[in-house]
Nanobody, 128 residues
Framework: QVQLVESGGGLVQAGGSLRLSCAAS????????MGWFRQAPGKEREFVGT????????LYRDSVKGRFTISRDNAKNTVDLQMNSLKPEDTAVYYC?????????????????????WGQGTQVTVSS
């Protein structure tokens, strides 16, 4: 069982930055791929990015490439999402998610259905 708790959300002006963190419980965190997803009001949950169990590989949706960076610290059981150059369209509730990576590719892990554990979400609001 893995429990995930996100933090770091808030209100920021367009062009600003925020850093979200996800703290995970459990002794086998280093075997889990970690994903970030977001859901805006009235919209489907969408993939933001994912990081492999080792931290060596990442994948992002096109609209955040070059602006968002995912990193992880397996010694601390944390995964972070650094968000720069934020835009109003980045406004959403952001969720971290976890699944034992096994043989899954990061492309496969861009699908929310692949993840077993989810955090409660943290609100990010970007004002124009």
């Amino acid at each position: 069982q893995v429990q995930l708790v996100e933090s770091g959300g808030g209100l920021v002006q367009a062009g600003g930055s925020l850093r979200l963190s996800c703290a995970a419980s459990g002794r086998t965190f280093s075997s889990y791929a970690m994903g970030w997803f977001r859901q805006a009001p009235g919209k489907e949950r969408e993939f933001v990015g994912t990081i492999s169990w080792s931290g060596g590989d990442t994948l992002y949706r096109d609209s955040v490439k070059g602006r968002f960076t995912i990193s992880r610290d397996n010694a601390k059981n944390t995964v972070d999402l650094q968000m720069n150059s934020l835009k109003p369209e980045d406004t959403a509730v952001y969720y971290c998610a976890a699944v034992r990576q096994g043989g899954r590719s990061l492309l496969v892990l861009s699908a929310a259905d692949e993840y077993v554990y989810w955090g409660q979400g943290t609100q990010v609001t970007v004002s124009s």
